[in-house]
């Protein structure tokens, strides 16, 4: 019964269109995978994800070279960039912006022990649930269980990055005063709006990694991955 259900969630999981076509990628007879065999595979694809993602994000450029992820000023700031720009202080601006990115990638580093423990902690009950979820349905267990850790350990971190060019001190002071006779409020908490973003970031480069071990064969770096994860008469 188990194997049945397996079999069945499998279809859903590998995008293919008949059970034959699962049972296909699954060694024959006294070969078949096991449901362990199945939820450590699963576990290994989750922390290869994981690792490749925090590893690109944490490097230096990480953040602020990559247009997807990369922190700039809060929306809420345009008027006050556009006019620092008039103005011939447009450096000033990249400045800034580069601090806050590299903020970023100073937290990034501290984010793989936290999803390790995450995956660590998966119950089969968790493994099935990603199995027959949708294709982010792993990212989505991950913000579920370490966006609160996450928080916990980015923010001291971006805060002492922060810190070192006073960024925070002045960013507060600029925009407490800006926000008396603004419209449009600035966020004060730099150290807050940052934390935020990195995460983003880190859930967004754990979605890629999620979609190349789901659908790119070549992705799936270990025999045990290629098993799980189905031959490519597979992808159905």
């Not at 049972?23 to 595979?41: M, R, T, V």
């Not at 922390?47 to 490097?59: C, E, H, K, P, V």
């Not at 450029?61 to 809060?74: E, H, R, S, T």
């Not at 979605?207 to 770096?221: M, N, T, Y």
Request: include cysteine.
């Amino acid at each position: 019964m188990k194997k049945l259900l397996l079999f069945l969630l499998s279809i859903s999981f590998f995008g293919c269109t008949t059970l034959q076509q699962v049972s296909s990628s699954f060694p024959s007879a006294s070969g078949s995978l096991s449901e362990s065999q199945i939820i450590a595979g699963l576990k290994q694809a989750l922390t290869i994800g994981t690792q490749n993602g925090t590893d690109r994000l944490s490097a230096v450029d990480g953040f602020f070279a990559d247009a997807a992820v990369k922190i700039l000023m809060p929306p809420e700031a345009t008027d006050i960039e556009k006019t620092l720009r008039q103005f011939g202080l447009g450096n000033l601006v990249d400045q800034a912006v580069l601090s806050l990115n590299r903020a970023a990638e100073d937290a990034a580093k501290s984010a793989t022990p936290i999803f390790t423990d995450a995956i660590k902690q998966m119950t089969i009950s968790d493994a099935l649930g990603i199995l027959r979820g949708g294709d982010f349905a792993a990212t989505d267990y991950f913000k579920q269980k370490t966006t609160s850790a996450l928080t916990a350990a980015f923010s001291p971190v971006i805060a002492k990055s922060l810190d070192k060019t006073d960024a925070t001190k002045y960013w507060s002071d600029v925009f407490t005063t800006y926000n008396k006779f603004a419209t449009k409020k600035v966020p004060t908490d730099i150290t807050a709006y940052v934390t935020q973003k990195a995460i983003d970031g880190i859930f967004y480069e754990v979605g890629l990694e999620e979609q190349k071990i789901r659908k790119d064969p070549a992705a799936r770096v270990t025999d045990l991955l290629k098993q799980v994860f189905g031959s490519p008469q597979a992808k159905g």
